[in-house]
């Protein structure tokens, strides 16, 4: 019973931010890795920025030095901080995140996107 729902997506400008968080829901779980994706119109979906439990981060080479992803184990959030937002970031944004329970073991889920648009 564990769900992602993601949000901050919208409209800006380029050169704008936008800040994603990704809040996960139920009980009885670790969160282990924790990563955005994000897919534009008539694109493969591709992965963005992850960040492990150790608090380690790696970027796509697009986005290094603009994204900055962050989490916080207490409220069982994963953020994406989007500064310089260029039209080629437009994408929907997906939250993942891998889930680890006893006896049932690891998963990964998915939230449901959330739409970035970098337009003048």
């Known amino acids: 019973q564990v769900q992602l729902v993601e949000s901050g997506g919208g409209l800006v400008q380029p050169g704008g931010s936008l800040r994603l968080t990704c809040a996960v829901s139920?009980?009885?779980?670790?969160?282990?890795?924790m990563g955005w994706y994000r897919q534009a119109p008539g694109k493969d979906r591709e992965f963005v920025a992850i960040?492990?439990?150790?608090?380690?981060?790696t970027y796509t080479d697009s986005v290094e030095g603009r994204f900055t992803i962050s989490r916080d184990n207490a409220k069982n959030t994963v953020s994406l901080q989007m500064n310089s937002l260029q039209p080629e970031d437009t994408a929907a944004y997906y939250c993942?995140?891998?889930?680890?329970?006893?006896?049932?073991?690891?998963?990964?889920?998915w939230g449901q996107g959330t739409q970035v648009t970098v337009s003048s």
């Open positions: 139920g009980s009885g779980f670790t969160m282990l890795d």
């Open positions: 960040i492990t439990s150790r608090g380690i981060a």
């Open positions: 993942n995140v891998q889930i680890f329970r006893d006896v049932l073991g690891s998963r990964y889920y």
